[in-house]
């Protein structure tokens, strides 16, 4: 009968009152629900999870191979993204330098440790012959030295027996870049008392036939033997503006046939 | 036969990767390389001197061609390395590892000063040659061990045919 009468009494109540009743038991009921809800979700979840242990892990398995695809796919455009700024940069010279010009890649380096030669995969089929200018980056990298039908040979300007005669673009000082062996060359045969200071760029001067005039060969690093040592010449260190141990492509600089 | 065949195959495998990986393996002209190593254990365990000779000369002209260096220089070079431990091991006992790690540092000097006084660049003999010399020998103490297990095989195939 009481609880008869509190439903009648519920019902008869206008809308503010039950609100406010409403309110009062629902505040602490919801703050427990919520609590509850917590536990109840997580086991809920850990027991869907068992039951579905087997498609979890097959799709754990297929989200790896996804996750190994696309860490390949980006190392793939990141290699390509590279490699488009280096062709990028031969196109600069290519543009920059009057003549014809072969895109090659550098397959592989002589077995001897301290000698500057690296192998392109461009030969006498594609008009390559013996001591064509070879090109990267920032400037001259060598020149060819001995030609096969697919491959070539080319001497880097680091190594020993390479000698270019060059001159210092801000002074016009003259000389001949010799290979040092080490990565580094040296503007050999500069009077003492030139004008040649660090940071100085070094170009081909063009007494060469091989190689044309105006071509970058590297810039001036150190300076020894003019502070009053004897001898004629300056000892100028020249660092080729190419790293020339991270050759990949390289641009041959293909002369008209000669028969 | 067998023998002849996989250091003849295996010193050709060594030089186009060490042609191909490029400055990958090396410290301003210290390199890995298996060359040297290849050649003592050859030198010490082949019994037909002969034969390994020819093998070493092949091997030799074919690195000729490989690098920039004048043909003759890796025949010459390589030849008289293998007859020079040919004639070392035919005078003293090379029974320990350490004898042979000896031996590989020792032929390795040798051949660095002979190859790199022919192409000009003397003056690097040392320090660099030293080290490669060194680098040689701690190569060959991963190598031998290797070649060695590889040697009943070799020696069973042919005992087969």
Redesign the interface.
Known sequence: MVLLGLIVLFARMNDGVREIITGVVMEPVGFLMERMSGPSNYIHAFLYDLSHFNGLRSENKRLRLEVAELRRELNRYREEALENARLKALLRIKNSVPGDFLLARVVGYDPTAWRSFVTVNRGMKDGVQMDDVVLAGGGVVGRVLMTTIHYSRVMLLTDRNSHIPALVQRSRVRGILVGGGDGICSLEYVAKGADVVVGDRVITSGLDESFPKGLLLGKVVEILGDDGEEGLFQRIKVRPLVDLKRLEEVLVMVRPHTK | MKLHLFVLFFLLLN?VT??????LL?V????I?LLIPTIVWYAITSRDGAQGLLVIAITGFL?DL????NIGTYILAMSATYLLIRYVVAHASMEFWWQRLLLVVMISFIFQAA??TA???IE?VWP?GAL?AVADGLVSLGLFPIFHGLVPLLEQRDANE
């Open positions: 030089s060490v042609s191909a990986w490029g400055h090396e301003n002209s210290v390199k390389n690195y490989v690098s920039s260096n190859l790199r192409t000009g660049y690097t660099w490669q």
